[in-house]
T-cell receptor, first 116, second 116 residues
Framework: GAGVSQTPSNKVTEKGKYVELRCDPI?????LYWYRQSLGQGPEFLIY????????DSGLPNDRFFAVRPEGSVSTLKIQRTERGDSAVYLC??????????????FGPGTRLLVL | DAKTTQPPSMDCAEGRAANLPCNHS???????VYWYRQIHSQGPQYIIH???NNETNEMASLIITEDRKSSTLILPHATLRDTAVYYC?????????????????FGKGTKLSVIP
């Protein structure tokens, strides 16, 4: 596809469960970002990948959150022992990843996570 | 990234120009002004960006004041589909050192309602 895709579009889980959210970036984009958006707020940065490595994970709220991008394309955001406060829309974005450039990030539609 | 200030909401009549202001009085010389919008239940969408010159594309125009402390996004002929939250973001280039991040820092944006 031409854009960033995310699956599932909606996820309902119970408190304490483990969830995985998937992001498929635009083909050829080496930079990938995860954001989280709570109701009524703008998106908040979680983690940034350049290729396979997490270049900046300063936005991850705690060690229950983890993300991987093993082959430098698809990324998975993993949340352990989910809490009700984790309920939000999780957004993924990608960009070309060029050195020194002012890059446009292209966002996916998001995954709506509801923790009961 | 420099902080921005936007009005929380605005109305605009369909077919009229929508002018969305943004203050960024602490912007640095190498920081760009970016605008994104987010239509309900979708991911943010890139609109336009600029450094110091006015910019225009098929979606909008961006007017940046000479001192670069504020800017205005102009939608020349607003339609109902332009109803969205508009985010003004000031950002620095990607140092691409492997440790530098290129995250977007979103505020709460301006909720634009286009009225029939």
């Amino acid at each position: 596809g031409a854009g960033v895709s995310q699956t599932p579009s909606n996820k309902v889980t119970e408190k304490g469960k483990y969830v995985e959210l998937r992001c498929d970036p635009i083909s050829g984009h080496t930079a990938l970002y995860w954001y989280r958006q709570s109701l009524g707020q703008g998106p908040e940065f979680l983690i940034y990948f350049q290729g396979t490595g997490a270049a900046d994970d300063s936005g991850l709220p705690n060690d229950r959150f983890f993300a991987v991008r093993p082959e430098g394309s698809v990324s998975t955001l993993k949340i352990q022992r989910t809490e009700r406060g984790d309920s939000a829309v999780y957004l993924c974005a990608s960009s070309l990843g060029l050195a020194g450039g002012y890059e446009t990030q292209y966002f996916g539609p998001g995954t709506r996570l509801l923790v009961l | 990234d420099a902080k921005t200030t936007q009005p929380p909401s605005m109305d605009c009549a369909e077919g009229r120009a929508a002018n969305l202001p943004c203050n960024h009085s602490t912007i640095s010389g190498n920081e760009y002004v970016y605008w994104y919008r987010q239509i309900h239940s979708q991911g943010p969408q890139y609109i336009i960006h600029g450094l110091k010159n006015n910019e225009t594309n098929e979606m909008a125009s961006l007017i940046i004041t000479e001192d670069r402390k504020s800017s205005t996004l102009i939608l020349p002929h607003a339609t109902l589909r332009d109803t969205a939250v508009y985010y003004c973001i000031v950002r620095s280039p990607n140092p691409y050192s492997g440790a530098g991040s290129y995250q977007l820092t979103f505020g709460k944006g301006t909720k634009l309602s286009v009225i029939p």
